[in-house]
Every structure is written in C-alpha cells, then in structure tokens.
C-alpha cells in the first residue's frame, strides 16, 4: 500500500485554516482595492527563458523546472549526457518552469497587454509561487505571494501609497508593532563608491543583505573574497540603521562620496519624508542600509517589513523596478510594488495568538431533528434563511440529538435549531445558543432577527 504523503515544503490546508488565511487576504485585498488596484492572474508556469537570468545566480538555482512532455531526451544526443553540465542539459529536456515570483510573470503580463491596459497600471495579485529552497520554519517551496504594483510611471506618490498600505494591513490584522524598513539601490551604490568596492556591486548587495542571517563577521568573510581590509572597514562604520529622518539623511550624506546616485537617493527618500509629514502618518519607518534584497531588478527604493519578536524575518518587501518590461522588449517603463508573504504573516498570528476571533464556524445555524418528517422540515427552512444570506447546514442524518449538538460543539457552530413535531405543528424552532447554553422558543418566521 502506498504511504500518503506530500512533498517537503508544501502542506494541506484544513478549513479552519482556511478560514485563517482567508481572513489575511481579504484584509490585504480590502485595503489594496481602496487604493485603486485591480486583481489580474498569470499561469502557474512560465517558459524558462522568462524567468532564468532575471533573479541572480542564487535564484535561478532555486528554479523549479518543468520536464518537457513525452520523450524528453529526444534531443539530448549521448555526448550531452554524459557531459554533466545540468545548466545546459536543463534548458534541453525543461522548456518551462514553475513561477519563482509574481514580479517578472507580471511585467511579462504588461508587455504582451500593453494596449489593452491604461498607464499608470495597478495591480494586485494573489497566488502561489515556488522556490525549491531548503525548507525551514517560515520558509516554504511552495507559499503564497500577495502582491500590489504600479507600473508606468516614476513618480513618488505610488511609493507613498504603498507605505500607507503597510500601515493600514498592519494595523487591520492587528499588528501593534512592525518595523517598515527602506534603503535606496542607488544609496547602496553610493555606498560601494565611498568604500571603493564598486568595481563588483553585485557581490557587496548579496554579502551585506545577509547581516541579519549570518552577522557582521559572517559577512566580512564573504567579502573578504572580493574587497580589500580598509574597504571592508569602513563598509563597517557605514552601514548604521536608524529610524529615517531629515538629520539622519543629512548625517548620512556627510560620510558619503558625492555622486550622481546619492544626489537621486537622497532627492526620493526626501520626498517620502516630505509626503508622510504632509499627511502626518504614523509609520515606523527604519532606513537600513543593509537592505539590499537580492533581486537584481531593483533599482530605487527597497522596503521590507518585520514584525519584532515573531522569530520570523521579513513579512513583506518589495521595491522600485525601472526597468524591468525591457528585457520583454518594452523600455523605460518604471514600476514599483510590494509582496505581502501569506504564509508568514500566518505563522506570525500565529504565534501572537491573534486568531481567536476566528474561532467559530461560518456555518451560523445547524437545524437538528428526530425523524424523516422534522428533517424535512429543517431543509425547507433551511432555504428560507439561506435566501436572507444566513449560513445553515441541516444534519443530514437521523440520529440523536445529543451526537447532533455535539457536531455542533466539535465544529464551533454557535447556534443550533432542534425542530421536532411539536415545532412543526406551532410553526417555531427551538433555538440553543451553544455558547452559553440557553434555549428558546422562536417563530420560525422570527429566526433569521434571532440571530443576528
């Protein structure tokens, strides 16, 4: 007999998580439509030419690929066999793959609709993606992505707009305390300046944007590989965090090579300060340096959100991509976006214990009876309050009524209606709320004002 099992990395979801989860996205998905975002969808798989080269090294090894249909060494003459080189023996037998992100399936969705949508486009989309990482708590291969973007243009306000929707998701599912992170890739590139490692900006961005993984001395041996000793010193007393002020911007500006990069950085993260002073939104907003979110597509600002004390890292992160559509052909379109992780913003309520609201069952009423007559009586009825949007569910079989109250117990339904032959003749239910164990005579005409 074959073991049932699922493969490391995924997981079943039972309704009461269901009902959890749902719960998150609805939220997301409240706040995300009051600012203006429409959902859109995109296939589950993409051809691996859309998705290889647009997430780093790390990430294309992270792929999932899908093995072409039928005989899918066909192609594959023996010498390639036998030459053990997986990248391009890969691309041979696996002409697609699973979607690392909801990111690059998205600005291959805005060039091939390019005339069917109006600029500036937002969006939001909610979907699963797949990483064939290692996993681990809060980390999964297959998880949930939620995402919110406006592409086509470069102004600042779609910024602004997104972290107020950090704040009011936030805020909505209960969070008393996050911490919305930000950096700037072209603050980062001023960086590289000053402690002359520019010469390999990738290879600072990858090392710095593991300093809360490994630590400080796990990631100077890392750039010991690349950078001279003074370099990586002074990269040391640079890379301070703090929460973002004019005085700390301006502080900042003074340890910094001046160029062109730190001039635009500082000009965007200005105006950012500028835009929440106006609106006096309370937001703790860090500036971080260290942030550099290892996608290379990124190129302004960064964002990442945290929830202290949660054991789990980052919640959200997103950022500006100036660029991205160009390598489908469509140039200088700007865009800029967030991700809300589904699957750790569980976990993290989880673990602050933030859903016993959500407790009980969405079937409001269960209607128990003691034979065929009072069964049939409770599906009439049944249809009647399920046509003013009342959740009912009659227990389909005849058995006692007590092992019909304790279905009612075990699936959390607050209310139960008992209908038996003195009910039918008067024309009323007697209704037991399960809570706190009292029971009344209700005109079933009445029922659906009782519950409420």
């Known amino acids: 007999?074959?073991?049932?099992?699922l493969p490391k990395g995924t997981r079943d979801f039972a309704p009461d998580v269901m009902r959890r989860r749902n719960?998150?996205?609805?939220?997301?998905?409240?706040?995300?439509?009051?600012?203006?975002?429409?959902?859109?969808?995109?296939?589950?798989?993409?051809?691996?030419?859309?998705?290889?080269?647009?997430?780093?090294?790390?990430?294309?090894?992270?792929l999932f690929k899908i093995l072409n249909s039928g005989d899918f060494l066909k192609k594959v003459s023996p010498e390639e066999l036998n030459d053990a080189d997986a990248n391009s023996l890969g691309l041979k037998i696996a002409e697609k793959g699973l979607r690392y992100d909801l990111t690059i399936p998205f600005a291959r969705f805005v060039v091939q609709h390019r005339n069917d949508i109006l600029f500036p486009f937002r969006r939001y989309q909610i979907q699963p993606?797949?990483?064939?990482?290692?996993?681990?708590?809060?980390?999964?291969?297959?998880?949930?992505?939620?995402?919110?973007?406006?592409?086509?243009?470069?102004?600042?306000?779609?910024?602004?707009?997104?972290?107020?929707?950090?704040?009011?998701?936030?805020?909505?599912?209960?969070?008393?305390?996050?911490?919305?992170?930000?950096?700037?890739?072209?603050?980062?590139?001023?960086?590289?300046?000053?402690?002359?490692?520019?010469?390999?900006?990738?290879h600072l961005t990858v090392c710095i944007d593991k300093l809360d993984k490994i630590g400080w001395e796990g990631v100077e041996t890392e750039l010991a590989t690349e950078f001279s000793h003074p370099s990586i010193e002074k990269l040391k007393t640079i890379l301070i965090n703090g929460k973002i002020t004019t005085e700390f911007l301006n502080d900042l500006s003074a340890k910094l090579t001046a160029s062109p990069s730190l001039?635009?950085?500082?000009?965007?993260?200005?105006?950012?300060?500028?835009?929440?002073?106006?609106?006096?939104?309370d937001v703790n907003m860090e500036l971080d340096l260290s942030l550099a979110r290892g996608l290379d597509y990124y190129t302004g600002c960064i964002f990442e959100a945290i929830i202290p004390e949660s054991g789990i890292g980052s919640v959200s992160g997103g950022g500006r991509y100036d660029d991205l559509t160009g390598v489908f052909g469509m140039n200088d379109v700007s865009g800029v976006g967030i991700s809300f992780g589904?699957?750790?913003?569980?976990?993290?309520?989880?673990?602050f214990g933030l859903f016993n609201e959500l407790e009980s069952s969405p079937v409001k009423l269960l209607l128990a009876h003691f034979d065929e007559k009072s069964r049939s009586a409770c599906v009439k009825l049944a249809r009647e309050l399920r046509s003013m949007d009342i959740s009912v569910q009659v227990y389909p079989d005849v058995k006692k009524i007590k092992k019909q109250l304790d279905y009612a117990n075990k699936n959390h339904i607050p209310f139960v209606g008992v209908i038996g032959e003195d009910e039918i003749a008067a024309g009323s239910v007697q209704l037991k709320n399960?809570?706190?164990?009292?029971?009344?005579?209700?005109?079933?005409?009445?029922?659906?004002e009782a519950l409420l």
């Open 1 to 5: 007999m074959q073991k049932a099992a």
């Open 23 to 62: 719960f998150i996205t609805d939220t997301i998905i409240h706040v995300y439509k009051k600012f203006g975002f429409q959902p859109i969808e995109t296939p589950a798989m993409e051809n691996l030419s859309t998705l290889l080269g647009k997430y780093g090294d790390e990430g294309d090894k992270l």
């Open 129 to 202: 993606v797949w990483r064939a990482d290692r996993p681990q708590k809060g980390r999964y291969r297959e998880f949930w992505q939620c995402d919110a973007d406006v592409i086509g243009t470069d102004s600042m306000i779609a910024e602004i707009d997104l972290i107020q929707i950090y704040s009011e998701v936030f805020d909505a599912l209960g969070f008393d305390d996050y911490v919305l992170k930000i950096n700037h890739r072209k603050l980062l590139e001023a960086v590289a300046i000053t402690c002359e490692m520019d010469s390999n900006f990738r």
């Open 263 to 281: 001039d635009q950085a500082l000009k965007d993260l200005r105006e950012i300060l500028g835009f929440i002073s106006d609106i006096q939104l």
């Open 342 to 351: 589904i699957d750790r913003l569980y976990d993290v309520m989880e673990h």
């Open 434 to 448: 399960m809570r706190n164990g009292e029971q009344v005579s209700v005109s079933q005409s009445k029922i659906g």
